[in-house]
């Protein structure tokens, strides 16, 4: 069971906007609509920004949105501000009860 | 909102046992489960596997079956998840999350627990 693929680093000016891809296969994104994608700043807990593919949790500004196209999985920030400067990680349902994340992708924001 | 608490820093030597604690402060477990997620300093996220409060069953990830135990303590609305026969890359901080069991989402995290595993 191999991590979901993510581009290790992405980066983007003040108002730009970004997308981060999350590659799967037709075992979990491909075949399930249990994606989700979690912010992590330094030393801090991950915190949920996206799930069921596209929905965001109550608080979470409508810059960050969320998309799936076959076993790929994409996140997209919109407006980038400071703060969203972090690392982006996806993860999916994997079948089995199982999970999987992808390897994380730090997000600079010039 | 519910919160996840859970218990503080661990030093173990190789070969040794560690017991990490999560404590909810309310129940709050209809339609869910909770998860265990460990990161290496640096590193990306890795999910170890997950218990049900309401039934107590769960499972492993494949890297982790035989040698992980995940437990429910009702009456203290507390997690327990067990690592056995340490090694040095055990060496992480480990975290338990509230799963939604129907679309898998980890909503609620608690703050981590680091391991070190060092002779």
């Known amino acids: 069971q191999s991590a979901l693929t993510q581009p290790p680093s992405a980066s983007g000016s003040p108002g730009q906007s970004v997308t981060i891809s999350c590659a799967g296969t037709?075992?979990?994104?491909?075949?399930?609509?249990?994606v989700s994608w979690y912010q992590q700043h330094p030393d801090k807990a991950p915190k949920l920004i996206i799930f069921e593919v596209t929905k965001r949790p109550s608080g979470v500004p409508d810059r960050f949105s969320g998309s799936k196209s076959g076993n790929t999985a994409s996140l997209t920030v919109s407006g980038l501000q400071a703060e969203d400067e972090a690392s982006y990680y996806c993860a999916s349902y994997a079948g089995d009860n199982n999970m999987i994340f992808g390897g994380g992708t730090k997000l600079t924001v010039l | 909102q519910l919160q996840l608490v859970q218990s503080g820093a661990e030093v173990r030597k190789p070969g040794a046992s560690v017991k990490v604690s999560c404590q909810a402060s309310r129940y709050g477990f209809d339609s869910y489960d909770i998860n265990w997620v460990r990161q290496a300093t640096g590193q990306g996220l890795e999910w170890m596997g997950w218990?049900?409060?309401?039934?107590?069953?769960?499972g492993s990830a494949p890297n982790f079956q035989g040698r992980v135990t995940m437990t429910w303590d009702t009456s203290t609305l507390t997690a327990y998840m067990q690592l056995n026969s340490l090694r040095y890359e055990d060496t992480a901080v480990y975290y338990c999350a509230r799963v939604d069991y129907h679309y898998y989402y980890m909503d609620v995290w608690g703050k981590g627990t680091p391991v070190t595993v060092s002779s």
């Open positions: 037709s075992s979990d994104i491909g075949v399930h609509n249990s």
């Open positions: 218990i049900n409060p309401n039934s107590g069953d769960g």
